[in-house]
């Protein structure tokens, strides 16, 4: 059985990557109780009081059993907990966003070529959403013709009152193409077929009148593909209204030369009760598929490709691809250069 274990509880994120690791069959060591947000520790604590709680994070490092470390830390201290892990013999599992800036891409790229080990990034808004999985299986079928664009749009909503001081902190948490867009650039990524891609326009905003200046609530990219010329546009943003009776309401819109597809992640508005929503359009006419009973596939591959060294759940070089665009779309947005 693979044993895994939890470095990093500073985001509400480490409750899926717990829950569906454990699902997929692999076994919680324990996780180190240091947070920057109690309530994150809290929640860990009430989710999973078989876990045990562990003061020595050392111990979890040198801890021979332990296969895989996880961890939704500080985003800036991700690639540093990733990179003592892998040479500590450990594969590793981050939430997004794993990398903030060039330096840190270098260096966990490096450290997976000297180790062998895997780094890997869950991009929740595909790993964990099955109408993303359904609609990835559509269009391997065919469903849809060749993809020609992809539309990604990724609200979320602030909830100022319980973030804690780094979420506002652009070193800390990388900016929001980094943090947030990376799900989109993934998805692109995935829905193209695309092994890489080029910015061709960057932007991001402070338009919010409760949050420091320097802190970005909104931006958007585009993206192309040069080897396949497909397109894909970006927006995300922090402006879910408190009316809507879920986080964001995260869509996809996938064009294709014979039909489309449009998803409806978490809420379809003033429609259909509950998440995963599917929209089919193609030369039959429309259809709709609800999407919630679709297996998620990801952490039970990524389970298998930690015990037989392999890449089904996603390949080491995606995932720095993905890290590596949202860091150019960042640049670009500042007007920096790398």
Known sequence: MIKFAVIGLDHRHVYHLIEELLAAGASCVGYWTQTSDPLVLKGVQERFPQIPAIEDRQALL????????????????RAGIAIEAMRHGKDVLTDKPGIIDFEQLALVERTVRETGKIFSICFSERMVVPAVQTALRLVADGAIGDVIQTLGMGPHRLNRDIRPDWFFDTSAYGGILIDIASHQIDQFMMFTDSEDAEIVHATVGHFGPNTP????DFGEITLHSPSRSRRGYIRVDWFTPDGLPTWGDGRLFVLGTEGSLELRKYVDL?????????????????????????????????IDDVRNRSETAMRQSHVFTVSRLALEADAFARGATQ
Do not use: M, W
């Open 213 to 216: 200046e320097s802190f970005q």
């Open 270 to 302: 003033a429609g259909r009760s509950g998440t995963d929503h599917l929209y089919l359009a193609d030369k039959e006419g429309t259809r709709y598929i609800n999407c919630q009973h679709e297996p998620l596939v990801f952490f039970r591959q990524f």
């Open 62 to 77: 040198e801890d021979a059993d332990i296969d895989l470390i996880v961890t939704a830390a500080i985003p800036s201290e």
